[in-house]
Nanobody, 119 residues
Framework: QVQLVESGGGLVQAGGSLRLSCAASGRTFSTYAAAWFRQAPGKEREFVAA????????AYADSVKGRFTISRDNPKNTVYLQMNSLKPEDTAVYYC????????????WGQGTQVTVSS
């Protein structure tokens, strides 16, 4: 089992920045990748960014490329999402997720943290 706890959400004006953190505990030695997803009211959950836990390779949704940066601190078992130039359409609940080695899907999810961007 892996437990994920997000933090860092809040209210920010358009053009501002926030940094989300996701601290993992438990069976973290078998993590293959970590990712951030988001879900806005009335919309389906969507992929935001992902990072390979071993080599740091990253991937981003087109909507956040150039504005968001995902990173990880392996000794701290923590993944971050630096969000710059925020837009009102970035408003959502942000979730971190953990993919285990050998698994085709994200197996563990955090409880989510609210990000609200005002215009």
């Amino acid at each position: 089992q892996v437990q994920l706890v997000e933090s860092g959400g809040g209210l920010v004006q358009a053009g501002g920045s926030l940094r989300l953190s996701c601290a993992a505990s438990g069976r973290t030695f078998s993590t293959y990748a970590a990712a951030w997803f988001r879900q806005a009211p009335g919309k389906e959950r969507e992929f935001v960014a992902a990072i390979n836990w071993n080599d740091g390779t990253t991937a981003y949704a087109d909507s956040v490329k150039g504005r968001f940066t995902i990173s990880r601190d392996n000794p701290k078992n923590t993944v971050y999402l630096q969000m710059n130039s925020l837009k009102p359409e970035d408003t959502a609940v942000y979730y971190c997720a953990d993919q285990q080695v050998g698994s085709p899907r994200y197996d563990y999810w955090g409880q989510g943290t609210q990000v609200t961007v005002s215009s």
